[in-house]
């Protein structure tokens, strides 16, 4: 149990709001006490905000749940902790019904020899912030020019797909398939039309590519001009039948904005995930010796651009 506050002890900002602060009633952060069954028993004019935008003074005697229907399950758990004093305080995340997302910090309140009569929320909008890191993980996933997944984030999802879940799998379950594809002789693309013109081709290679691929497949651009597929449960015959769909799709005339014809065709190699024991980078290296040794079995010349 924690002792109760000393005679000469500052009010903690709750109980100066319940008197008519002007500070906390100014303050930019959403403030709000909630009693031991978290009904709301004060709240700032900035926690009025938060909640959904409730009238001034319809929260009082309110459930945290009815304020915030967009809260999860698990933060008023957290709540009940710190009111009950078996938590010092806990950091929690608090959605706005439109949307928004709230940091709060949630302390005890009135703490006496009896144990704390409620939860303290100070809480301030991050919104932005999240909306900013979401963006920058994607970015940092993706590749900026053709907008597939990157060669990092592709060799990680490859990692989980061979332990999905953490769990193992029964050896008669097909893992999936890797595949690799290269595109045939894209330098000569490049150096016949230039650079902008070899971008737009990678750029409607990856088209094609999505365009081709089944629910639940996943495309990346691995390289320059070097793209893989991740074709999760896929058995061998499945993924040798992608395989063939995919050169096929993927090859073909392309016309440049200027009005020059590129004539585009690619390698396929494939390689099986084999469970349980997944090693999931071998199998990409597999793949790409597959798509080599396709290379040198069936482009055994330099395929010219077309004019």
């Known amino acids: 149990m924690r002792p109760a506050r000393s005679p000469g002890e500052a009010p903690d900002p709750f109980t100066a709001m319940a008197s008519g602060d002007r500070a906390v009633a100014l303050a930019p952060v959403a403030i709000a006490a909630f009693d031991l069954a978290l009904r709301c028993t004060s709240a700032n004019p900035r926690f009025h905000d938060l909640a959904a935008g409730t009238l001034r003074g319809s929260l009082l005697g309110r459930r945290l749940r009815r304020l915030l229907p967009g809260v999860s399950r698990a933060e008023p758990t957290l709540l009940h902790a710190v009111a009950e004093g078996r938590l010092e305080g806990a950091e929690v995340r608090l959605t706005h019904a439109a949307g928004e997302t709230w940091r709060a910090l949630a302390f005890p309140l009135h703490v006496s020899p009896d144990g704390p009569s409620g939860v303290g929320l100070v809480a301030q909008d991050v919104t932005d912030d999240v909306a900013e890191r979401a963006e920058l993980l994607r970015r940092l996933r993706l590749d ?126 494939h390689a099986r995930l084999r469970p349980p024991a997944v090693r999931a980078l071998d199998a990409l290296a597999a793949a790409d010796r597959d798509m080599y040794a396709s290379k040198r079995r069936l482009r055994p010349r330099r395929l010219e651009p077309l004019r």
């Open 144 to 269: 900026g020019l053709t907008g597939l997944l990157n060669q990092t984030a592709f060799a990680h999802l490859l990692r989980g797909t061979a332990r999905p879940g953490g769990r193992r799998r029964d050896e008669t379950e097909p893992a999936g398939a890797v595949l690799v594809l290269d595109l045939d002789h894209f330098k000569a693309v490049n150096d016949e039309h230039g650079h902008v013109v070899g971008d737009q081709v990678l750029v409607e290679v990856a088209h094609r590519l999505r365009a081709a691929l089944r629910d639940g497949d996943t495309a990346a651009r691995t390289g320059g001009d070097e793209f893989a597929v991740l074709s999760t449960g896929a058995g061998p015959l499945a993924a040798a039948a992608l395989a063939r769909r995919l050169e096929a799709a993927v090859g073909g005339p392309f016309e440049t904005p200027d009005g020059a014809t590129v004539e585009v065709s690619v390698a396929v190699g």
